[in-house]
């Protein structure tokens, strides 16, 4: 019997678009056409104005670190083969706030650059080459 995966999505029909994209080794963010700003998790109407007005945009990949914690402990598959982890929020530079995991990083700091790279088609963050903390 093998055990349940809980890192893997499970695309609806309004977001399979970005999932694909994603597997794609896109990011995609939603952007409102009435107020102008971009938003992250995908949502079918602005959050911030409330418009549905909003389209798919892709994003540029870049990041910072705004907060993290190492996760040392998890017991569901396929995590607790991970630990420890970086979990994190991290700011795209196109505004919005995402949550993500932060790889090849031996030490977090805040503002730390980031750039976009996949893994099993779900985005996740690394250092930038020569990326420093702001």
Same mark, same amino acid.
């Given at each position: ?7 893997? &999505? #499970? @695309?609806?029909?309004? %977001? /399979? ?6 597997? #794609? !080794?896109?990011?995609?963010?939603? /952007? ?6 971009? $938003? $992250? ?5 602005? @959050? $911030?104005?409330?418009? #549905?007005?909003? %389209?798919?945009?892709?994003? !540029?990949?870049?990041? =910072?670190?705004?907060?993290?914690? +190492?996760? $040392?402990?998890?017991?569901? &598959? ?14 795209? =530079?196109? !505004? @919005? /706030?995402?949550?993500? *995991?932060?790889?090849?990083? =031996? *030490?977090?700091?805040?503002?730390? #650059?980031?750039? +976009? %790279?996949? /893994?099993?088609?779900? @985005? ?6 020569? !990326?420093? =903390?702001?």
């Amino acid at each position: 019997m093998t055990a349940a995966r809980h890192d893997v &999505p #499970e @695309p609806d029909a309004f %977001t /399979r678009t970005y999932w694909d994209a994603a597997a #794609e !080794g896109r990011l995609l963010i939603r /952007r409102c056409g009435a107020c102008g700003r971009a $938003h $992250h998790y995908p949502r079918e109407f602005c @959050p $911030h104005c409330w418009s #549905e007005d909003v %389209t798919w945009e892709l994003a !540029g990949g870049r990041a =910072a670190l705004y907060t993290w914690s +190492v996760v $040392h402990r998890n017991d569901l &598959p396929p995590f607790g083969e991970r630990t420890p982890y970086v979990a994190a929020v991290v700011d795209l =530079a196109e !505004g @919005p /706030r995402m949550m993500t *995991e932060v790889v090849e990083c =031996a *030490e977090p700091a805040a503002g730390l #650059e980031l750039e +976009v %790279t996949f /893994r099993d088609g779900v @985005p996740v963050f690394r250092p930038r080459t020569g !990326g420093t =903390a702001a």
